[in-house]
């Protein structure tokens, strides 16, 4: 039996290994995603599986090397998943890099990932990505 941690690990795989379409499969038609708020690409909450590939996937593929968010803690209660771990990259236009470690917050549902919310320590990102 799938677990809503099962799912969330799901998400994390196949993005590490860069599967967009396997990550477009876990997210329910009615995602609610939310990046942190001074997150490079945040532009409020977005809605359904092709908001979240055109203005955060694409985006971080084309902007970043090495793009990863790696989940080493899973917190559930529910269908209520907390993810922490951290994400870490090269931003391609200064050659920095960055880590910045990160809480996200997910709820399942029917073993489809129906919300999204980031934490993390934005200016470490923004860091990277300034001249």
């Known amino acids: 039996?799938?677990?809503?941690?099962?799912?969330?690990?799901?998400?994390?795989?196949?993005?590490?290994?860069?599967?967009?379409?396997?990550?477009?499969?876990l997210l329910a038609e009615d995602i609610e995603w939310t990046d942190a708020e001074r997150f490079p690409y945040y532009s409020g909450t977005w809605h359904g599986p092709q908001a979240v590939l055109n203005n955060l996937l694409i985006p971080l593929s084309r902007d970043w090397t090495d793009f990863a968010a790696k989940a080493h803690e899973f917190i559930h209660d529910g269908n209520r998943v907390v993810a922490l771990g951290t994400y870490?990259?090269?931003?391609?236009?200064?050659?920095?890099?960055?880590?910045?470690?990160?809480?996200?917050?997910?709820?399942?549902?029917?073993?489809?990932?129906?919300?999204?919310?980031?934490?993390?320590?934005t200016a470490k990102v923004l860091a990277a990505m300034s001249k």
Do not use: C, E
């Open 1 to 25: 039996m799938f677990t809503p941690v099962h799912v969330v690990r799901d998400f994390y795989d196949h993005l590490a290994r860069g599967d967009f379409a396997a990550v477009l499969a």
């Open 88 to 121: 870490s990259g090269t931003y391609k236009a200064t050659g920095k890099s960055t880590t910045a470690d990160f809480a996200n917050i997910w709820t399942v549902r029917a073993n489809k990932l129906q919300t999204f919310h980031m934490h993390t320590d």
